[in-house]
Nanobody, 127 residues
C-alpha cells in the first residue's frame, strides 16, 4: 500500500514536501501520480512520472511550482510544492498505476488506471 506524509498548514508563498512510501510492491515498475481533491470538487491528477522513461507531467495549475521525483531505492515518491497559494488547499493523494505504453499525460488524466492509492493527507494554505 501507499502512505503519505508531510502535509499540514503553511502560509501563502511557503513550501511543503510530501512523501509517499510504498510497501508490498516495487514502485519502480509503476507510473506514479499525485492527485488532489478540494471540497466539492473532483479528484484531479496534478503531477505524474512515467515508469518507463521518467518523463513528468504537470497540470497547468501547478506547473513551475510543484516538482515530483522518485527514489526507487527507498520505494518512495515525493511532491515538492513551492509558492503555495490558498487555492492549493486540498487533500493530496499519491497513487500508482501499472506500466502502460502511453504518454504520461494520458495516464495522469485517467484516474481509473491507478491501482494503488494512499489514504490522503491534508494541505492547507492560509495566513
Amino acid at each position: 500500500h501507499l502512505v503519505e506524509s508531510g502535509g499540514g498548514l503553511v502560509q501563502p508563498g511557503g513550501s511543503l514536501r510530501l512523501a509517499c512510501k510504498a510497501s508490498g510492491f516495487n514502485l519502480a515498475n509503476y507510473n506514479t501520480g499525485w492527485f488532489r481533491q478540494a471540497p466539492g470538487e473532483e479528484r484531479e491528477g496534478i503531477a505524474c512520472i512515467h515508469s518507463l522513461d521518467q518523463i513528468t507531467y504537470y497540470d497547468e495549475s501547478v506547473k513551475g511550482r510543484f516538482t515530483t521525483t522518485r527514489d526507487n531505492a527507498k520505494n518512495t515518491v515525493y511532491l515538492q510544492m513551492n509558492s503555495l497559494r490558498p487555492e492549493d488547499t486540498a487533500i493530496y493523494y499519491c497513487a500508482a498505476a501499472p506500466q502502460r505504453v502511453t504518454p504520461i499525460q494520458n495516464i495522469c488524466r485517467t484516474r481509473s488506471w491507478f491501482e494503488y492509492w494512499g489514504q490522503g493527507i491534508q494541505v492547507t494554505v492560509s495566513s
